[in-house]
Each structure stands twice: as structure tokens, then as C-alpha cells.
């Protein structure tokens, strides 16, 4: 009895794993014992075992190694032990892909699953399968089919799913054994039903006409199956899109009529096919929530998980339908499968109504202790949403997530609260103050660097436009003091752009910053005495841009100076040129396992297609050394079922535009050939080259660029350029595309006409400075033009929002300080507008907005450099 006890120390470690610490070679060397006579079952079995989970756990065997192996395995069919032989089974498939002459085990699988040992037969079929190719599918046919119809259940199982596997050797497989696998659907197994139902959609589903005749018989029939029946469902759903009204009405039916199902597994199916079917309302979807309901209910986890599951996606597109659910849902706070409870609370938090919203954080407030990180990251996001449903929440909402903040938690989960806080307080100027409060609170116990700096990043730029910017400086100056290097040096750039924005505070800041010039670290040290440097020179206003200097696209900067080094270099760089660099977050689905992502520089849309132009060499002298400074989006030239398919975008230089035609020939029995699209050059302008592509066969894009010069009357820039298609066509083979004879016919067809317009020469550059009022006394100061108008907006404009949205579309600039957004209910806004015009001239943009009986007027003024872009604008907006 004493060989059985266990020791104490092995009871808590759970046993232990006996495998952990096996070695390749060893094993290996272990596998000759295959070869003695007789066999040693269980010594080989445990051998064996040995060399699966080698396997399993992705060692690396080589083909000689595997070959070996593989042939001393074979010696073990002599053994009629029954655990040694499915073992044997388990090896060959797991060895066939790396071993080489595999094929020599045909002979006795193929006995094995035609013999009586029905323990054998099952293993055997999946085995020989597995080293079937095309050519031995024949000999294996007759025993294939029939297996698939055996009166064994274990059996026809594995031939109909091996039959499944075989299509990828040959796909016509299915189709050659569907009547057995019909004869085998109307078994009283449940697998054997299922998999001979997979078979046959295998075999069917190239053919629409087919699968919908599958389909209604065996909905009439109703499977026994439940694992048939939900796979039925599905086939149904993806019918459902491209069935006739009665067809897909009937379909229909059956997924409801599936409510009814004695199983849940199947009234489940139904309910989650219902509320993911396209076409599906509020109304439609509520049979299938009432289901899911009743499912919060049930006292297995696996059904309210699945319905709770399900219920958390329909609410972000049907939250009204999912309202009824809420006291269920409610009741799943405190359930025990931790789960469970995070999907009930994230449901509720997006369909819960304002008024509910306070309750709903006391609940969360007992509950988010007890969960993981990545079930809090799923908390946060939900409770991101419902600070957008629900703005005047913002303060409740916020108090919630810094007490968030001050637990315990991984950089993903804190960095998910911050970006929370960020979005929240860049949807609600209200919530300005209170957020940077919050994060101010959190900095100082913060031990994620990379978050700190981000912090204060930001208080850098909303800090000195707050109602009392001398509060944050104690916060800030005690990174300082206090943080690694890194954290050090933005806090020393966050105080200068304080100084540099609030004039009171710059004395006190200028002490500050001269005490870090004596700081340990040389990035700090190089920081203070550069801004200590600019900012004494407090009479200038230009210091807040050399404080706060734009994010510049790094590719472009490369590629701009190195264009600049081999040039004769006899101007100065221009640096205006550059455009801004973008950063991008990435949406983030709220699902269980969200991770949150930073924001992260990416290539700009001009920089992608300056690297495709780049390579055009015909391009080359005109786009050489110079800087794109906007690509228009995508123009149709063509409706989408024209033969001919032609897009336009416009690439923007300094002086020249260049038009990128793509093309595509939807025609089969045709050729095209010299493929160009000729415009009528507009008053002004100038063709420089036109490059043409060389052939276009079927259905293959293909690109011809046109180059224009700009006008120098810049009145004149706006123009539309009537367009046509012109090539020559060559009638062709549709199946092969040779072109039937040498000549062809000239041929031409009409496009649509191309409009240049003002965005497509203007470059957006709103953060190129976040004070947009140090901006205009700059410009001023600079002797700016500065011009003005009233317009009385058109009719179609009705409200602050869409003449909001029109005019910076309109125009081309981008929005400074967030004055893109218009708080609901409000009757006069300002909408700050920054740019740069072709060339480098700076635009400034004031407009004044009032609404008044669904009638917009607005005062506009403009200042740049260029009096003749300002006259330009204004009179584009007349």
C-alpha cells in the first residue's frame, strides 16, 4: 500500500508533469525498444506516449529522425494490445507529414478497418487518410464507402469526417461518395447525422439550387440531430441573402419555428442566427431576445454565458430591443462565473438610461475588484460608451474611473482608463477641468513611464488654456523632482509650454526650468536651456511655434532633405513644406479579450502615393525634389456597371497637378492598348506630359497619369476639365485573352467631368500650434492680408453641424482647438480654421456662425500671406 501514497508536497502540486523535462535524442534513442521481440506493450506505449507530446508541443523532428522512428513504429502491429495500437494510429498520423515512405503502412490499415475489431476500425480509417494522396484514392473508394454506411456509429463517423479531409486532395471527393453519405443521414446516431449532413453540403454547395432543395427536405424532415439541426440553421441563414421572397420566407420560419426545439443547443443556434441576420430590425429580433432572456435565467453557466454573450453584441446595435432584459441581466451582477457577471454589467452600462447610471456604478464599484485586468479593460470600454451616450454623466462617470486609476493594474488597463478620461474630455469641454484633475492625481503614483509622458503631453497642451493653469505646475514640477529621466524631460517641455502660453506665470516657470539645467540627465539638461533660451525672449510673439513646435512626418522630412542635399542648395530648405504627421488609434472592439493599443505613427495617404509616383520614371522631372502636398480622395469617372471602369485622383505639387487615372476593362473579349484619358486643358493651365498604359487587359487595373501645370492667376486654378477615355481595342479570345487578330480599331469613351477644386489644393495644418490666438497675433505681427465677409449659407445647409462639416470640407483646412465640435442646442459658434495654400502660403481662418429659423449666416475672415489665395477663398464660398 506505502507504493500508492502520495507524498504531501506532490498532493498540492498537483502531481506534476512527468514529461516536462524529456529531450529529443533521448526519446529516440528510447524508440529501439520497438524493434525487440515481443513486444513490451506497456514499456512501448509509454515510449510512444512520449514521442505524441514531443510532437504536440512543437519539437522539431527531422525527416530522418521522423523516418526512423516512424519505421520502428510499424513493428508494434504485431502487438494485439488494444491501448498500444490506437497509440500506433495517433503515431502515423502525426508522423506522416514529416516521414518519408509512409505509404508502407497501406497494407495493414487497410486490413484493420476492414477487419472485425471494431476498436481498430474507426482509428484506422482516420490514420489511412492521412496518408492517402491522389493517386492511392481509388484503391481506398470501395472500403471508404463502405464505411461511411457501417452499422458501427465510431465508424461511419470517421469515414464521413475523413471524407471531409480528402477534399483537399481531391475536391470532387464528396461528390462521388453523396449517395452513401445520404444513406448514412438517416441514421439514429446524432454524429453520424451530423457529419453526413456536412458531407452532403460538401458535395452541393457549388450548386445554390441544390443546397436550397437539401435545405427544404430537411426541413420538413426536422434532423433528430441537434448537432444537424443547428448546422441546418446555418445553411439556411446563408440562404437567406440570396433565396427568392418565398424561399426566404420559409427559411425563415423554420429558424423561429427552431425556438421550439427540445434542445437548448438548437433554440440557442436559432436565436443567435436571428439576431446576426442582416436585414433583421428591432421587431424581428424580439422572439429571439425573449429566448435569450429566459436563458439569463438557466442554472448552467454555458447557456447565460452564450446568451449573455450573445445580448452584449445585439446591444451595440439594438439597445432599445435589449432593454427588456436589463432586471435578468441586473441579477447576473453577482453571478459567480466572473464572466458572466463582466458581460451582464457591460450590457447594461450600454442600454441602461441616464437615470440608472449612478446605480450601475455603485454595483460595479463591489464588483470590478474581484476580476482580472482584461475583464476590467472590457469595464472601461463600455463605460467610454456610455460617456458618449450620455454626456451630462461625464463628472459620475469620471470620479468612477480615477478610482479605477488608483488600483492595482497593468499598463494596458491603466493606459485604457487614461485613453477613457482623454476621449472623454475631448467629447465634453465640461469635462476639461475634472479630467486633467484626475490625471494630474494619477501622475503622482504613476509607475508606467511611457503613460506618464503621455500625461504630460497633454497637460502641456490643455493645461495653459484652462481656467487655472497654476494649479498644474506644482504636478507637473514634481515629475521633476521625483521621475526617471525620460518622465523628467517632458515635464521640463510640458512647464515651457506653460510659460510660453500664460505670460504671468513665465518668471516663476523660468526659475524652474533653471534649476533642471543643472539635472544629471544631458536630454533634460539640453531641454531647459533651449526653452530658458526662447523664452526670455518673452517680447517676441513668435516663441509659442519654437515652444511648441508641429509633428512633422518623418518620411517626408527624410526624403524632402535628402532631395534638398542634391540640389544646388542655393535657397534655403523650406520646412512649411512638410506635411504634419498623423497618428491613428485603433478601434478597439469590446470584447473579452481587448487589448489596448497606443497610438502610433503610420505613413500618410500622401506619403504611400508619393512612394508609388516616386517609381514612375516619366514622373521624375516634374515631382523630383519636391514634396506632395495633397492627394484627393477617389473620383468616379464611371458608374461601377459601365464596360469601362475609370477613377481620378489628384496629386497636388507646388506648381504642377498631376492626375492619376485608374482603369479597368470589365469587357473579356477585348484588349486594350495605348490607354489615356485626354482632357481638355482649362484656361490657364498647361499639359506637361501625358503617360499612357501600354495594355489593359481583362479585368487587370491599370494606371496612365496626365500632368498639368498650375495657372499662375490663381482665379484661375478652379476649373472643370471635361474628360475622355481614348485607346485602341483588340478583340480577343474571352478565355484565354490572345487577341484574335494583330490590328485593332481606335476607340474612345465619355467620362465623366473632373473638377479641381479649392480643398485640392489646400494642406490642413491644425496642429501645427494649439493656441490659435498666438497663431492670429503672429500673422498679424507677420503683415498677413487680412480679408472679410457675411454669406448667407444655402438652403440645404440647416444646421451649425452640417455648415460646420461643409466648410471644412469645402475649404480644405482643418479645425484648430476641436472647434470642429458644436455643443447641442447651440445657436452661434466660431470655427477656427488653419491651412497651408500650394506654395507654402500660410492661411488663418476665422468663421463666426449663427443659426436663426434654420437659417445659417456667417462672417468670415481670412488672413494669409498671399492676398490673391485670400480674395480666392472668398470667393469660392460665394
Not at 504531501?8 to 524493434?35: C, H, M, S, W, Y
Not at 438548437?266 to 436585414?279: D, F, M, P, R, W
Not at 521621475?483 to 510660453?500: I, K, P
Not at 484619358?677 to 495594355?695: D, F, N, T
Request: aromatic letters at 6%; a negative charge.
Amino acid at each position: 500500500m506505502n507504493a500508492f501514497k502520495r507524498d504531501k508536497k506532490e498532493e498540492e502540486d498537483g502531481g506534476g508533469n512527468p514529461f516536462q523535462n524529456l529531450e529529443k535524442t533521448t526519446v529516440l534513442q528510447e524508440a529501439r525498444i520497438f524493434n525487440d521481440t515481443p513486444v513490451n506493450p506497456r514499456k512501448c506505449a509509454h515510449i510512444l506516449t512520449k514521442i505524441l507530446y514531443l510532437i504536440n508541443q512543437g519539437e522539431q523532428l527531422g525527416t530522418t529522425e521522423a523516418t526512423d522512428a516512424f519505421f520502428a513504429m510499424t513493428k508494434l502491429f504485431q502487438s494485439r494490445d488494444v491501448i498500444l495500437r490506437r497509440l500506433v494510429y495517433l503515431g502515423i498520423k502525426e508522423l506522416s507529414s514529416l516521414a518519408e515512405d509512409v505509404i508502407i503502412v497501406t497494407s495493414s490499415l487497410t486490413k484493420d478497418m476492414t477487419g472485425k475489431e471494431d476498436l481498430y476500425r474507426a482509428a484506422a480509417i482516420r490514420a489511412l487518410c492521412t496518408i492517402t494522396d491522389a493517386g492511392m484514392l481509388t484503391a481506398i473508394e470501395r472500403y471508404m464507402k463502405q464505411a461511411i454506411v457501417d452499422r458501427s456509429a465510431a465508424v461511419s463517423s470517421a469515414a464521413l469526417v475523413s471524407s471531409l479531409h480528402l477534399t483537399a486532395i481531391s475536391g470532387d471527393v464528396a461528390r462521388r461518395w453523396a449517395n452513401e453519405a445520404q444513406e448514412a443521414l438517416n441514421s439514429n446516431n446524432v454524429m453520424v447525422q451530423y457529419h453526413a449532413l456536412g458531407v452532403l453540403y460538401q458535395a452541393r454547395k457549388s450548386d445554390k439550387h441544390a443546397v436550397i432543395k437539401l435545405v427544404l427536405k430537411l426541413m420538413r424532415s426536422s434532423p433528430k440531430s441537434p448537432y444537424a439541426a443547428c448546422m441546418l440553421i446555418r445553411m439556411a441563414c446563408k440562404l437567406l441573402d440570396e433565396a427568392d421572397k418565398n424561399v426566404a420566407s420559409e427559411l425563415l420560419g423554420f429558424i423561429e419555428a427552431c425556438f421550439r426545439h427540445k434542445s437548448e443547443m438548437v433554440v440557442y443556434e436559432a436565436a443567435h442566427a436571428l439576431v446576426n441576420l442582416g436585414q433583421s430590425g428591432a421587431r424581428e429580433i424580439t422572439p429571439a431576445i425573449s429566448v435569450l432572456q429566459l436563458f439569463c435565467s438557466s442554472p448552467k453557466p454555458a447557456l447565460r454565458f452564450a446568451a449573455v454573450r450573445t445580448l452584449n453584441k445585439v446591444a451595440m446595435t439594438h439597445p432599445t430591443a435589449v432593454t427588456a432584459c436589463n432586471l435578468d441581466l441586473e441579477n447576473l451582477i453577482t453571478d459567480s462565473n466572473r464572466s458572466i457577471a463582466t458581460l451582464a454589467i457591460t450590457t447594461l452600462l450600454k442600454t441602461g438610461a441616464e437615470s440608472s447610471v449612478d446605480r450601475l456604478m455603485k454595483q460595479i464599484a463591489t464588483f470590478v475588484s474581484e476580476i482580472s485586468d482584461e475583464f476590467k479593460v472590457v469595464v472601461v470600454q463600455a463605460i467610454r460608451a456610455l460617456c458618449q451616450k450620455f454626456p451630462r454623466k461625464h463628472a459620475v462617470l469620471m470620479n468612477f474611473l480615477s478610482a479605477m486609476l488608483r488600483d492595482e493594474g497593468g499598463l494596458e488597463y491603466k493606459a485604457a482608463i487614461a485613453d477613457t478620461i482623454i476621449a472623454v474630455m475631448e467629447g465634453n469641454a465640461e469635462a476639461k477641468e475634472a479630467g486633467l484633475a484626475h490625471l494630474c492625481e494619477f501622475i503622482e503614483d504613476c509607475e508606467h513611464t511611457s503613460l506618464a509622458v503621455r500625461i504630460l503631453h497633454l497637460l502641456g497642451q490643455e493645461g495653459p488654456t484652462s481656467k487655472q493653469p497654476s494649479r498644474y505646475i506644482r504636478f507637473i514640477y514634481n515629475r521633476v523632482i521625483l521621475e526617471s529621466a525620460s518622465v523628467r524631460a517632458a515635464a521640463v517641455t510640458a512647464l515651457a509650454r506653460f510659460a510660453a502660453a500664460c505670460p504671468p506665470l513665465l518668471p516663476n516657470i523660468l526659475v524652474l526650468l533653471s534649476r533642471c539645467q543643472l539635472d544629471s540627465d544631458d536630454e533634460v539638461r539640453d531641454r531647459a536651456a533651449y526653452y530658458c533660451t526662447i523664452l526670455q525672449q518673452k517680447s517676441d510673439p513668435t516663441i509659442l511655434p519654437l515652444v511648441q513646435p508641429p509633428l512633422l512626418s518623418v518620411p517626408s522630412l527624410e526624403r524632402a532633405l535628402r532631395n534638398y542635399i542634391k540640389s544646388s542648395m542655393d535657397e534655403p530648405f523650406d520646412i512649411s513644406q512638410i506635411p504634419a504627421a498623423q497618428t491613428v488609434e485603433e478601434p478597439q472592439p469590446i470584447e473579452i479579450h481587448t487589448t489596448v493599443k497606443q497610438q502610433q505613427n503610420r505613413l500618410t495617404r500622401e506619403e504611400s502615393f508619393m512612394e508609388k509616383l516616386s517609381q514612375v520614371s516619366h514622373l521624375q522631372p516634374f515631382i523630383n525634389n519636391l514634396t506632395l502636398i495633397k492627394s484627393s480622395p477617389v473620383f468616379e469617372l464611371t458608374e461601377s456597371e459601365t464596360e469601362y471602369n475609370v477613377k481620378c485622383i489628384k496629386h497636388t505639387f507646388s506648381e504642377y497637378l498631376v492626375l492619376q487615372f485608374d482603369c479597368v476593362n470589365t469587357l473579356c473579349d477585348q484588349l486594350l492598348e495605348d490607354v489615356k484619358v485626354s482632357i481638355e486643358v482649362p484656361e490657364g493651365y498647361e499639359i506637361m506630359r501625358e503617360i499612357p498604359c501600354a495594355r489593359l487587359p481583362y479585368n487587370e487595373p491599370g494606371t496612365t497619369y496626365t500632368v498639368l501645370k498650375y495657372p499662375e492667376d490663381v482665379q484661375a486654378s478652379i476649373a472643370t476639365i471635361p474628360t475622355t477615355l481614348r485607346f485602341m481595342a483588340r478583340d480577343c479570345d474571352p478565355v484565354t485573352g490572345v487577341p484574335d487578330a494583330d490590328q485593332g480599331y481606335n476607340d474612345e469613351y465619355m467620362l465623366e467631368d473632373l473638377e479641381v477644386t479649392l480643398a485640392d489644393q489646400m494642406q490642413g495644418s491644425a496642429n501645427r500650434g494649439t493656441d490659435f490666438g498666438s497663431l492670429w497675433e503672429v500673422a498679424t505681427s507677420k503683415g498677413f492680408s487680412k480679408m472679410e465677409e457675411t454669406f448667407a449659407l444655402g438652403a440645404n445647409v440647416t444646421s451649425l453641424e452640417g455648415a460646420v462639416q461643409s466648410l471644412t470640407g469645402f475649404l480644405g483646412l482643418d479645425a484648430a482647438e476641436r472647434t470642429d465640435r458644436v455643443a447641442a442646442g447651440t445657436v452661434a459658434h466660431t470655427l477656427l480654421l488653419c491651412g497651408v495654400f500650394r506654395g507654402g502660403k500660410e492661411i488663418l481662418a476665422r468663421a463666426r456662425l449663427a443659426l436663426t429659423d434654420s437659417q445659417v449666416t456667417m462672417q468670415l475672415t481670412v488672413l494669409c500671406q498671399d492676398s490673391e489665395v485670400a480674395e480666392l477663398i472668398l470667393s469660392s464660398v460665394c
